[in-house]
């Protein structure tokens, strides 16, 4: 019932669309993007260290070793664009690099231009420094400049150059590279597929806590692709990453707890998590939910419930006969109950955008 294989490949398809340090998660560098922006201070610029063309000068290392995690000077800078204070960052950044060649300050500069955050937007500016960066050894860099490579952002699509700054990236412990890299393997269109190969990369992510890798290993394992079928280290993952909030892995986990497939079965639980992944808007959630709630199992019994779920996951694709059948024979005031409920729910759901 999963559909958990398909949702892989959809992953695999839509790497492309990953945003500039969406995955900026690692020691050593900004973790994450700020939650809310906040007045902006204006200091004093310093002269920036590139030209009208957005192309660096001026006398840089050969090969500058990337400065140890921690320091105070780019926590400075890091510190301030995690608070939404971009022009401070773009400054302390660009004093960095003038006086150190600091790569770390670099693939900051080169995030600012990706994303016009405390500057004008521009592809070329941010393709410069994260070159600058990377073949200074910065594994953020490497990543960030995989992606431009990748999308073809900036210039031609160059996906040879992608998949090995990926790979480097990946070797000196990047996440996101090890990540993004298995995506290309399961899915097959970008490399050959190799699924033992996928489950390699997706491993180091998966112990780093990354839920999204997490649920791919663990439906490797469920399948028995590039790793021995084991449905209990599968149902282990799924755990972790259901824990951390993966709309799937909890569908997923329900589904191992209702039926006690690799894990001691525990139906009140499932039900519990059923409830979460349904409001969260999950189509197969909600039709396990209605017929949790048709037949009273880890839940009371409650036909007006039962009806409003079924009704919703089927205006979410989720078809399913018997519960048709089941909400036809309720007394008139149930089934108008659960219709008149589910209408308030869906009539809450977002506009499409057309």
Same mark, same amino acid.
């Given at each position: 019932?999963?559909?958990?294989?398909?949702?892989?490949?959809?992953?695999?398809?839509?790497?492309?669309?990953?945003?500039?340090?969406?995955?900026?998660?690692?020691?050593?560098?900004?973790?994450?993007?700020?939650?809310?922006?906040?007045?902006?201070?204006?200091?004093?610029?310093?002269?920036?260290?590139?030209?009208?063309?957005?192309?660096?000068?001026?006398?840089?290392?050969?090969?500058?070793?990337?400065?140890?995690?921690?320091?105070?000077?780019?926590?400075?800078?890091?510190?301030?664009?995690?608070?939404?204070?971009?022009?401070?960052?773009?400054?302390?950044?660009?004093?960095?690099?003038?006086?150190?060649?600091?790569?770390?300050?670099?693939?900051?500069?080169?995030?600012?231009?990706?994303?016009?955050?405390?500057?004008?937007?521009?592809?070329?500016?941010?393709?410069?420094?994260?070159?600058? !960066? +990377?073949? /200074? &050894?910065?594994?953020? $860099?490497?990543?960030? %400049? =995989?992606?431009?490579?990748?999308? @073809? #952002?900036?210039? *031609?699509?160059?996906?040879?150059?992608?998949?090995?700054?990926?790979?480097?990236?990946?070797?000196?412990?990047?996440?996101?590279?090890?990540?993004?890299?298995?995506?290309?393997?399961?899915?097959?269109?970008?490399?050959?597929?190799?699924?033992?190969?996928?489950?390699?990369?997706?491993?180091?992510?998966?112990?780093?806590?990354?839920?999204?890798?997490?649920?791919?290993?663990?439906?490797?394992?469920?399948?028995?692709?590039?790793?021995?079928?084991?449905?209990?280290?599968?149902?282990?993952?799924?755990?972790?990453?259901?824990?951390?909030?993966?709309?799937?892995?909890?569908?997923?986990?329900?589904?191992?707890?209702?039926?006690?497939?690799?894990?001691?079965?525990?139906?009140?639980?499932?039900?519990?998590?059923?409830?979460? !992944? +349904?409001? /969260? &808007?999950?189509?197969? $959630?909600?039709?396990? %939910? =209605?017929?949790?709630?048709?037949? @009273? #199992?880890?839940? *009371?019994?409650?036909?007006?419930?039962?009806?409003?779920?079924?009704?919703?996951?089927?205006?979410?694709?989720?078809?399913?006969?018997?519960?048709?059948?089941?909400?036809?024979?309720?007394?008139?005031?149930?089934?108008?109950?659960?219709?008149?409920?589910?209408?308030?729910?869906?009539?809450?759901?977002?506009?499409?955008?057309?």
């Amino acid at each position: 019932m999963s559909g958990g294989w398909r949702g892989m490949l959809l992953l695999a398809g839509a790497i492309v669309a990953m945003t500039p340090g969406a995955w900026a998660q690692v020691p050593g560098g900004p973790q994450g993007r700020p939650a809310a922006r906040h007045s902006v201070p204006k200091p004093v610029m310093p002269p920036l260290p590139f030209g009208d063309k957005g192309l660096p000068f001026g006398a840089w290392p050969a090969a500058a070793p990337a400065p140890a995690s921690g320091g105070p000077e780019p926590d400075v800078a890091y510190g301030a664009y995690q608070r939404g204070h971009f022009l401070t960052a773009l400054a302390v950044a660009t004093r960095r690099v003038n006086e150190k060649g600091d790569p770390k300050a670099m693939t900051l500069l080169g995030w600012l231009f990706a994303s016009g955050e405390g500057v004008r937007s521009d592809d070329q500016a941010a393709l410069s420094w994260y070159k600058l !960066a +990377a073949d /200074r &050894g910065d594994r953020e $860099a490497m990543f960030e %400049l =995989a992606m431009f490579r990748l999308r @073809g #952002r900036g210039g *031609p699509r160059d996906r040879d150059a992608a998949v090995a700054l990926l790979e480097h990236a990946a070797s000196l412990g990047h996440i996101a590279a090890a990540y993004n890299l298995a995506l290309l393997y399961l899915g097959g269109q970008e490399l050959g597929r190799d699924f033992a190969k996928a489950a390699t990369l997706l491993r180091p992510a998966a112990d780093a806590g990354s839920p999204e890798a997490q649920y791919a290993l663990a439906t490797l394992y469920k399948e028995g692709r590039g790793v021995p079928q084991d449905v209990a280290e599968a149902v282990k993952l799924l755990g972790a990453a259901a824990e951390a909030g993966n709309l799937d892995a909890i569908v997923e986990f329900a589904v191992a707890l209702f039926n006690g497939s690799g894990i001691a079965k525990d139906e009140a639980r499932a039900a519990a998590l059923f409830v979460k !992944a +349904a409001q /969260r &808007g999950s189509a197969i $959630a909600q039709n396990r %939910l =209605a017929r949790i709630l048709s037949a @009273g #199992r880890g839940l *009371p019994v409650d036909p007006v419930a039962a009806a409003k779920w079924h009704i919703i996951s089927k205006a979410g694709g989720e078809s399913d006969p018997t519960l048709d059948v089941f909400v036809e024979q309720l007394p008139p005031e149930q089934r108008q109950a659960g219709e008149r409920a589910a209408k308030v729910w869906l009539t809450r759901l977002p506009t499409p955008r057309t």
